[in-house]
């Protein structure tokens, strides 16, 4: 009876120390998502409130920028638009609206000129603000390509779906920077959005909890091996 307990009681024991394993990886993963995150809301809210700066010329490392105040002075083109679908503010939905531009320096980027209320159907365009014909000064908020708000995109005139800056270069035959700017205000009053895209929520979230918890899990498997030992 003992010799045939034995495999048992190491199966056991394996399957214990397979659970704590996997609980203290988990633990471990969680952690340095809250770490992460931490770090990323800390460099947004150190670079959202320095004052501003003028485009560089040339731009080594983008990332080092993201988050901070631009200045330049250029051109919108107005024919070059897309409206990122799915955009909500105050409950409402509508769209955020992406705009061509090129500066002086010859530099080609998007620029999000902030959100819009949609239109009374799917099939109305929503009003978008004017775009000034003349050059213009802009301050905007520099993110990175990559970073653009993931959506299903509406190109004006016509339609269709495209997907983060590379794709929507691709539909209207543009190669921009590998940047744009959140628009935050301009030599012109038009150009200030009523309703500017919005910082993402600073909170580290539940990531350092979810830690404690998958550690506190491993301790439960131990106790419980321990219990069902003393129990035999």
């Given at each position: 009876m003992t010799k045939t307990r034995e495999p048992l009681a190491i199966l056991k024991s394996l399957v214990a120390l397979l659970l704590i394993i996997f609980t203290l990886w988990a633990a471990q993963w969680q952690y340095h998502r809250g770490v992460d995150r931490h770090e990323r809301n800390t460099l947004i809210a150190k670079q959202s409130i320095m004052a501003a700066i003028d485009l560089p010329n040339t731009i080594e490392d983008p990332s080092q920028l993201?988050?901070?105040?631009?200045?330049?002075?250029?051109?919108?083109?107005?024919?070059?638009?897309?409206?990122?679908?799915?955009r909500y503010f105050e409950g409402q939905y509508g769209y955020e609206v992406l705009t061509l531009f090129t500066n002086v320096q010859g530099k080609i980027f998007?620029?999000?000129?902030?959100?819009?209320?949609?239109?009374?159907?799917?099939?109305?365009?929503?009003?978008?603000?004017?775009?000034?014909?003349?050059?213009?000064?802009?301050?905007?908020?520099?993110?990175?390509?990559?970073?653009?708000?993931?959506?299903?995109?509406?190109?004006?005139?016509?339609?269709?779906?495209?997907?983060?800056?590379?794709?929507?270069?691709?539909?209207?035959?543009?190669?921009?920077?590998?940047?744009?700017?959140?628009?935050?205000?301009?030599?012109?009053?038009?150009?200030?959005?009523?309703?500017?895209?919005?910082?993402?929520?600073?909170?580290?979230?539940?990531?350092?909890?979810?830690?404690?918890q998958w550690i506190f899990f491993g301790g439960l498997v131990v106790y419980g091996r321990i219990l069902i030992r003393r129990t035999r």
């Open positions: 993201e988050w901070r105040k631009i200045r330049t002075t250029g051109r919108f083109t107005p024919d070059k638009q897309i409206l990122l679908r799915n998007w620029v999000d000129r902030g959100w819009v209320k949609a239109g009374a159907d799917a099939t109305t365009a929503p009003i978008t603000p004017l775009i000034p014909a003349e050059q213009v000064d802009i301050v905007g908020r520099f993110r990175l390509g990559t970073s653009l708000p993931s959506g299903t995109f509406f190109a004006l005139p016509g339609g269709g779906k495209s997907g983060i800056t590379a794709e929507i270069n691709a539909r209207s035959r543009e190669n921009t920077e590998n940047f744009y700017l959140d628009l935050l205000d301009g030599s012109s009053p038009t150009l200030t959005p009523a309703v500017s895209a919005q910082l993402p929520e600073l909170s580290d979230g539940p990531h350092m909890a979810y830690a404690l």
